[in-house]
């Protein structure tokens, strides 16, 4: 799951992980903001889902990894703590994909614990865990002498 986040480079990097040990392509799946009213869902291979996944591509070029590109969007309004983490776990399930790996701190309802819970509760698919990124500073701190 991809969020256009920093947190998206060690997803990519462990989905790529497990998928080079299992020999299998990998379903990345963009999480887009919640469409507009009448709008159409965009699709995977539009300018904005590219634009989210454009951060894992060479993550999987360097591991010569294949892979299909998906879109969830997030859920417009409030429909309860689950309802993101539901409506990726539906796109997820839609690609037959058995294994899913999450940033720990994701987005609201779509963080790692949160879509564990969903998966939990819905019997299904696995979902990995993957580490934040490390803070480092912005700048080299300067000398005061």
């Known amino acids: 799951m991809l969020a256009d986040r920093l ?3 060690p997803v990519v990097d462990e989905a ?3 998928a080079v040990a299992r020999g299998a392509p990998l379903l990345l799946i963009a999480v887009l903001p919640p469409l507009l009213p009448r709008a159409a869902a965009a699709a995977p291979d539009g300018a904005t889902a590219r634009a989210v996944l454009g951060r894992a591509l060479p993550h999987l070029a ?3 990894i294949g892979f299909e590109p ?8 409030r429909g309860g703590r689950l309802r993101a983490a ?5 796109v997820a399930i839609a690609h037959g994909c058995s294994r899913l790996v999450v940033s720990r701190s994701g987005p609201e309802g779509l963080d790692a ?3 564990m819970e969903a998966a939990a509760i819905r019997g299904g698919p696995f979902v990995h865990e993957a580490p934040p990124v490390p803070w480092a500073p912005l700048t080299a701190p300067r000398s005061l002498v």
């Open 7 to 9: 947190d998206d480079v």
């Open 16 to 18: 790529a992980r497990l």
């Open 62 to 64: 360097r591991a010569g």
């Open 70 to 77: 998906a879109v969830c969007h997030r859920p417009a309004g």
């Open 86 to 90: 539901r409506d990726l776990l539906d």
């Open 113 to 115: 614990s949160t879509v």
